[in-house]
């Protein structure tokens, strides 16, 4: 059995997914970001980053428990615990790796700075923020619209952890850069409609919104913990 250590963000998204897909048994422990449950001393003995997603495999490596975090770790682990979703083949793995490397050091990221400096920055954002990491982000879709031009999936032929990677991000393309981003990047859309139309992507986000619904919403955040969370005021490194 494996346990999910969870929240709602793209990163655990790409886990919850991989679960899904992989039909491996797991439960899931809320971890309330917004409520600061990330600080606390039994979760930083699980990930000292103080991040979701994390897991816990009961059944890991010669039948010992093995704890994990960084959600692209994860995926691999999982994948060759199933033999699922990543080729054996050397290039195709290669490939696969390569663009789930790209989410992972530039789509996460970009995004993530995007969203932060134009939804969660105190007003007025700073221009330049928003600006580089808008342009950041859709230079990122650029590449990924080209990737998809040649091939059907990122890792080549088939879905594969380098798709379910990326996905959490691209859903929400349409609330980022506005509705006629389909236009800009319209084998970006048809990939990401693919794929959320699988059952595994249809039960991800199902259980996205039950937990969603248990967690503190950014709105409702104590002041301290949101600068705890976001590294600002009493708690910027001197």
């Known amino acids: 059995m494996i346990r999910l250590y969870a929240g709602t963000s793209p990163n655990v998204q790409k886990i919850y997914l991989a679960l899904e897909e992989m039909g491996l048994p797991y439960e899931a422990e809320p971890v309330d970001v917004f409520g600061g449950a990330q600080f606390s001393d039994a979760f930083l003995k699980v990930n000292p980053v103080a991040k979701v997603p994390a897991i816990v495999d009961s059944d890991g490596p010669g039948g010992k428990p093995l704890t994990l975090f960084e959600s692209g770790a994860i995926l691999i682990y999982l994948a060759d615990k199933t033999g699922k979703f990543l080729s054996k083949d050397p290039a195709i793995r290669a490939h696969t790796l390569q663009w789930m490397m790209v989410q992972m050091t530039g789509i996460g990221p970009m995004f993530g700075q995007f969203v932060h400096f134009s939804r969660f920055a105190p007003k007025p954002a700073h221009e330049y923020s928003v600006n580089r990491y808008r342009t950041q982000t859709v230079r990122f879709l650029e590449a ?33 850069l506005g509705a006629e981003s389909a236009a800009k990047f319209p084998k970006v859309a048809a990939w990401t409609a693919r794929i959320g139309e699988r059952p595994g992507t249809k039960r991800m986000l199902a259980a996205i919104e039950e937990l969603r619904a248990k967690l503190t919403g950014f709105d409702k955040a104590h002041p301290e913990t949101l600068d705890r969370v976001f590294g600002r005021g009493t708690h910027t490194a001197a």
């Open 144 to 176: 990924i619209e080209g990737r998809l031009t040649d091939s059907a999936y990122l890792g080549g032929s088939e879905y594969s952890i380098a798709d379910m990677a990326t996905y959490p991000w691209t859903r929400a393309v349409p609330a980022l």
